[in-house]
């Protein structure tokens, strides 16, 4: 993926600007930056969903709205309704309407990818069982899994941690490093945690974008991004400490 000059604004004022991004395939991307820094808007410009207003995206040497049919896609918000009684196989097999489903019966190939992306994620045993009957955490595996139904080289991910537990958060991330064996992963979070050992490479989003080709952050980047002094301690997981704030 690569992104030059980047420019985006909303009602004329500018979310993004300036943006440049060389992100080499299978890499373990993080973006990161507070809410309403421009982190979402970022994504949606790398999937195509977005236009912008000056520079370029570029994905497998196209625009990204050309190979839309190589990305999966985990938003923050999805339409489905929880209280409508649809089975964990039926939602992963929505991620092949992107392939035409609708204009034709399943086929074999369709439902040899439910099986394997459901078994990816530890969901095929619950193929039969309703949405509304699982947690937090089985529901984000069974809306990975229908992003993972599209056979993807790039799967993009919105705050995928942010209504689940720390104990999903860590088997997220274990599943993400399994995935990365064979495509891109980039996810977008307002929280340091994202930054486990599996992450290859950060990018810090508030208007401009800062991008490091490593997992570390100095505490200079953050205070840029964030507007506040922090320190890094790392257990396992990264840890956000504030600083004294008081005038020195």
């Known amino acids: 993926m690569e992104v030059d000059g980047l420019y985006f604004a909303y009602d004329g004022e500018w979310v993004l600007e300036d943006v ?16 309403g820094s421009g982190k979402t808007t970022l994504l949606k410009l ?34 489905i309704n929880q209280s409508f009684p649809v ?22 190939r369709d439902q ?11 969901m095929w045993s619950k193929r039969d069982r309703k949405m509304a009957a699982l947690s937090g955490g089985e529901r984000q595996r069974v809306l990975i899994a229908r ?17 689940v537990d720390a104990v999903f958060q860590t088997e997220l991330y274990s599943l993400l490093k399994t995935l990365n064996e064979t495509m891109t992963i980039v996810v977008v979070s307002h929280d ?15 208007r401009k974008v800062f991008y490091h080709d490593s997992a570390e952050l100095t505490t200079e980047m953050i205070d840029r991004v ?9 257990h396992g997981f990264p840890h956000r400490v504030l600083r004294d704030h008081r005038d020195s």
């Open 147 to 163: 992003a993972l139904a599209v056979d993807p080289r790039v799967l993009f991910m919105d705050e995928p941690t942010a209504s």
């Open 20 to 35: 440049h991004l060389s992100i080499p395939e299978r890499t373990f991307l993080a973006v990161l930056g507070p809410n």
């Open 46 to 79: 790398l999937l195509g969903i977005l236009k912008p207003a000056r520079g370029r995206v570029r994905v497998f040497d196209k625009a990204p709205e050309l190979v839309s049919e190589r990305f999966g896609y985990v938003p923050q918000n999805t339409n």
């Open 87 to 108: 089975s964990v196989g039926d939602v992963v097999l929505m991620g092949r309407l992107g392939r035409g489903l609708r204009l034709r019966r399943r086929t074999k």
């Open 112 to 122: 040899e990818l439910v099986r394997t992306a459901l078994e990816r994620v530890g």
């Open 192 to 206: 340091l945690s994202v930054l486990s050992s599996y992450v290859g490479a950060v990018a810090c989003v508030n």
């Open 226 to 234: 964030y507007h506040c002094p922090v320190e890094l301690i790392a």
